[in-house]
């Protein structure tokens, strides 16, 4: 399987403190996204970054790749209430860009 | 900007009764997708098609059928449904696969009795 696996699953910090979410697959990809899902609703989506890409930035948001390690992180600076929600990361695969797996998830409260 | 429609948004079944949950975009995507999601749980692929004519199984396909009617539709089939099935079944649909970002619908939330 080429699933992601996010770590932690679950995260609590204070309004104002940097939050840190890592997804690890197994198989080589062509692209790793970035999705946040509020409560009850749809997908958003974050950052998309390509294999041969290390670092992208989007605001608050910063995402590396090691495609060595088959790791990716999340970085959410100067957290807000607002930023609570579950983080997912997604995958291809490098025979089938097509076939989009999602990992399990990084649920992240933001405390007032 | 209506962007991924599903219909409908609640449904409640019968052990046994089949229904089909249906999908469209106005993006003209090629590609498009169909999820589950269970309660704390992340989302897992169902099927999806890479473009009109096409489609393909994903982790967990068993159980369900798909239709890709034309360019803006994909359908979602249940054709027995099982109390294992009740789940939110998200679309989503994209310019080119995993190449590109993904647009989703607002979802359908299913229980099976």
């Known amino acids: 399987s080429q699933q992601g696996e996010e770590d932690p699953q679950a995260l609590s910090i204070q309004e104002g403190e940097n939050a840190t979410m890592n997804c690890s697959y197994k198989?080589?990809?062509?692209?790793l996204q970035w999705y946040r899902q509020n409560s009850g609703r749809g997908l958003v989506h974050l950052i998309l970054?390509?294999?041969?890409?290390r670092e992208k930035h989007s605001g608050r948001l910063r995402v590396t790749l090691d495609t060595s390690k088959k790791s990716s992180s999340l970085l959410i600076t100067a957290s807000r209430a607002a930023d609570t929600a579950s983080y997912f990361c997604?995958?291809?695969?490098?025979?089938?860009?097509?076939?989009?797996?999602f990992g399990s998830g990084t649920r992240l409260l933001v405390r007032p | 900007n209506a962007g991924v429609t599903q219909t409908p948004k609640f449904q409640v079944l019968k052990t046994g009764q089949s229904m089909t949950l249906q999908c469209a975009q106005d993006?003209?995507?090629?590609?498009m997708y169909w999820y589950r999601q269970d309660p704390g749980m992340g989302l897992r692929l169902i099927y999806y098609?890479?473009?009109?004519?096409?489609?393909d199984k994903g982790e967990v396909p068993n159980g369900y059928n798909v239709s890709r009617l034309n360019k803006r539709e994909f359908s979602l089939r249940l054709e027995s449904a099982a109390p294992s099935q009740t789940s939110v079944y998200f679309c989503?649909?994209?310019?080119?696969?995993?190449?590109?970002?993904?647009?989703f619908g607002s979802g359908t939330q299913l229980s099976v009795l």
């Open positions: 989503a649909s994209s310019e080119a696969g995993g190449r590109e970002k993904l647009f």
């Open positions: 198989t080589s990809i062509n692209n």
């Open positions: 970054i390509r294999s041969n890409e």
């Open positions: 997604a995958t291809d695969a490098q025979d089938s860009s097509y076939k989009l797996i």
């Open positions: 993006m003209n995507h090629n590609s």
């Open positions: 098609s890479a473009s009109e004519g096409t489609t």
